[in-house]
T-cell receptor, first 113, second 113 residues
Framework: DGGITQSPKYLFRKEGQNVTLSCEQNLNHDAMYWYRQDPGQGLRLIYYSQIVNDFQKGDIAEGYSVSREKKESFPLTVTSAQKNPTAFYLC????????????FGPGTRLTVL | GEDVEQSLFLSVREGDSSVINCTYTDSSSTYLYWYKQEPGAGLQLLTYIFSNMDMKQDQRLTVLLNKKDKHLSLRIADTQTGDSAIYFCAESTITGGGNKLTFGTGTQLKVEL
């Protein structure tokens, strides 16, 4: 089955620790995206990547970092510089043609204690 | 810049029609979308409309686009309890870094018996 996986579903970390969220897709999509979701604020774009070894900052990139070494994988690191990291994080990918639909993973809920 | 707005809550009775509204600001958007999010899950595309269309119907769903007023709506006919979810509208924009979506704040639809 093709799809996007995010792991783990729930993640707890102590304040001051970096944490990496996993996102893997086997849809052969070039573009991948990371969003943060907070209640009443919708989805906000953190980083996105159109192709391997290239990525762009989104609207709220401060305190986050990404890498895109493989087409299938786009991990997001939440660093200790992110002032309010507790949120629901969603990864998405998009095929190269069609109507720009994004396919979403199930999300990771990060809680920083 | 892009900005997409929605009302936060809508409550309807089972069997009635629901209408969720959205306003956007980027007149160059090529596609506009409606996504559905069930609790604790990722987003799922419900439907989309190309920017040169006024209306699109897909079974119980009707999308209306008023490009002059930058207004998008989603009508769900015969609303069921399974339709209870958060609904996001989104617009597609092309940036120097590639395609990206800008999401609204989401409308929480509650269907009551």
């Amino acid at each position: 089955d093709g799809g996007i996986t995010q792991s783990p579903k729930y993640l707890f970390r102590k304040e001051g620790q970096n944490v990496t969220l996993s996102c893997e897709q086997n849809l052969n999509h070039d573009a991948m995206y990371w969003y943060r979701q907070d209640p009443g604020q919708g989805l906000r774009l953190i980083y996105y990547s159109q192709i391997v070894n290239d990525f762009q900052k989104g609207d709220i990139a401060e305190g986050y970092s990404v890498s895109r070494e493989k087409k299938e994988s786009f991990p997001l690191t939440v660093t200790s510089a992110q002032k309010n990291p507790t949120a629901f994080y969603l990864c998405a990918s998009m095929p190269p043609d069609g109507y720009n639909e994004q396919f979403f993973g199930p999300g990771t809920r990060l809680t920083v204690l | 810049g892009e900005d997409v707005e929605q009302s936060l809550f809508l409550s309807v009775r089972e069997g009635d029609s629901s209408v969720i509204n959205c306003t956007y600001t980027d007149s160059s958007s090529t596609y506009l979308y409606w996504y559905k999010q069930e609790p604790g899950a990722g987003l799922q595309l419900l439907t989309y409309i190309f920017s040169n269309m006024d209306m699109k119907q897909d079974q119980r769903l009707t999308v209306l686009l008023n490009k002059k007023d930058k207004h998008l709506s989603l009508r769900i006919a015969d609303t069921q309890t399974g339709d209870s979810a958060i609904y996001f509208c989104a617009e597609s924009t092309i940036t120097g870094g590639g395609n990206k979506l800008t999401f609204g704040t989401g409308t929480q639809l509650k269907v009551e018996l």
